[in-house]
């Protein structure tokens, strides 16, 4: 039976936070469990010095995804977990894909035209403090999907035009060179939930909203209380629907929960209270997780031998298919 090929990376830019594990590393664990599925995760190591240039951080944050991944009960046998910078052949990958993507593709990529109309908008050059990794950012992008031949990559709306760019640059590249990619396809996650975070706003390490994943139970009640509601008073029918708390109890709770608090707010529940609950809620789902953790992050060197272990098993692949794509290209032995 063939199987379909699913990509999945997280950058190691901060500290994996709610939104992170219900909208990629929960389904993403789960939809490893089926048999017609061969999965890769990895840690965008690489990615992350685009956005960030505090070494201790990219550090930090590698232990502790790697760590989050692990503790979530990703299995490491039956998936391939590494991290981008142990794989060197990506980034050999990614200087032939750049020599293979025209300059205006890149010009239209949502993450650069906004950095220039904010320039813009501010009176200042267009590209000032626009790196080439922030440019280029789309073709590394390309090279991790294609050097898996990944067939399906989970990714929320703002990546869609990321994948339309790395089926692009595949189809460019099959054309001049016949090296066989194939054409990734963007999986949206419609029924995915999307998490809102202490302000309302997307739940994001940008806006510095977001929720830890595992920081204690005393912490955890903390944020939960943090998160903003409007002023109605206990007894006043309230609108589950623009409610943030109510939005994350939906992402943790079964069928029959969520119409049951449905019908709190209906009936006027106090905001305490709904906190209280969904504080309960979370804490229960991430108990067994968050101990797990705690001792993975005391024990780096288990994580790291089995990023080791999945680095093995990915350039088993990686390092033919990169010697297949030279000899394509005329790089190959003389005699």
């Known amino acids: 039976m063939s199987t379909i090929r699913t990509l999945t990376g997280i950058t190691t830019s901060g500290t994996p936070h709610l939104g992170n594990y219900v909208g990629a590393i929960k389904p993403a664990v789960q939809g490893s469990l089926n048999p ?24 930090q944050s590698s232990l502790e995804v790697a760590a989050t991944w692990l503790a979530c009960g990703l299995n490491t046998d039956r998936v391939t977990f590494y991290r981008q910078s142990d794989i060197p052949e990506i980034m050999e990958l990614c200087w032939v894909l750049n020599c293979m993507t025209a300059k205006g593709l890149m010009n239209r990529a949502h993450a650069y035209k906004a950095a220039v109309d904010a320039n813009v908008a501010e009176g200042n050059d267009a590209d000032q403090a626009v790196t080439m990794g922030l440019f280029s950012y789309p073709v590394l992008m390309a090279a991790d999907i294609l050097m898996f031949n990944a067939h399906k990559v989970p990714v929320g709306r703002d990546q869609v035009q990321h994948l339309e760019m790395a089926r692009d640059i595949a189809d460019r590249m099959n054309h001049h060179y016949k090296v066989g990619f194939t054409l990734p396809e963007a999986v949206v996650g419609d029924n995915v939930a999307v998490l809102q975070g202490l302000d309302g706003r ?29 002023l109605l008073e206990p007894g006043e029918p309230k609108n589950p629907d623009d409610s943030t708390v109510f939005q994350i109890w939906q992402a943790f709770a079964d069928d029959s929960q969520i119409a049951s608090m449905r019908q709190e707010f209906e009936n006027g529940i106090a905001w305490g209270e709904a906190k209280k609950r969904l504080f309960e809620l979370v804490n229960e789902e991430l108990k067994g997780p968050r101990a797990r953790y705690e001792e993975l992050m005391k024990d780096p060197g288990f994580v790291e031998a089995e990023l080791i272990k999945g680095a093995r098993k990915a350039r088993e692949e990686t390092t033919p298919f990169m010697d297949r794509v030279r000899k394509a290209m005329g790089i190959r032995p003389l005699a």
């Open 36 to 59: 017609a599925v061969s999965a890769y995760y990895f840690m965008a190591d690489y990615h992350a010095i685009i956005k960030t240039r505090d070494a201790d951080r990219v550090h």
């Open 202 to 230: 997307k739940m994001s390490k940008s806006y510095d909203n977001t929720i830890p994943l595992f920081e204690t139970e005393k912490r955890l009640r903390k944020s939960i209380n943090k998160i903003k509601t409007n």
